[in-house]
């Protein structure tokens, strides 16, 4: 074999070290990209979730002030007579 031979060889073995690198890392990055697109999914039912839960809490502020006007009211009723 020759220099120029070897060269050859070399520079084969090579590409095909990049190449399998390559593949390597263009597999990580497609898993990676479907994480990141259900992490996205999850995150949004969070948010859909939480949306529903504050719009399901507003009346309990409404309703305790109602009650305590209510108590009060009665609470100067029953004083009065």
Same mark, same amino acid.
Not at 33 to 57: F, P, S, V, W, Y
């Given at each position: 074999?020759?220099?120029?031979?070897?060269?050859?060889?070399?520079?084969? !073995?090579?590409?095909?070290?990049?190449?399998? %690198?390559?593949?390597?890392?263009?597999? !990580?990055?497609?898993?990676?990209?479907?994480?990141?697109?259900?992490?996205?999914?999850? @995150?949004?039912?969070?948010?859909?979730? @939480?949306?529903?839960?504050? !719009?399901? !809490?507003?009346? @309990?502020?409404?309703?305790?002030?109602?009650?305590?006007g209510a %108590?009060?009211?009665?609470?100067?009723?029953?004083?009065?007579?």
């Amino acid at each position: 074999m020759t220099e120029h031979d070897d060269v050859a060889l070399e520079l084969a !073995r090579l590409h095909s070290s990049v190449e399998a %690198g390559f593949a390597r890392l263009d597999g !990580r990055l497609d898993l990676l990209t479907q994480k990141d697109d259900q992490t996205d999914k999850a @995150l949004a039912d969070h948010e859909q979730r @939480l949306a529903a839960l504050e !719009r399901a !809490r507003w009346p @309990l502020p409404s309703l305790a002030v109602i009650i305590g006007g209510a %108590g009060c009211a009665l609470s100067a009723w029953q004083l009065i007579h």
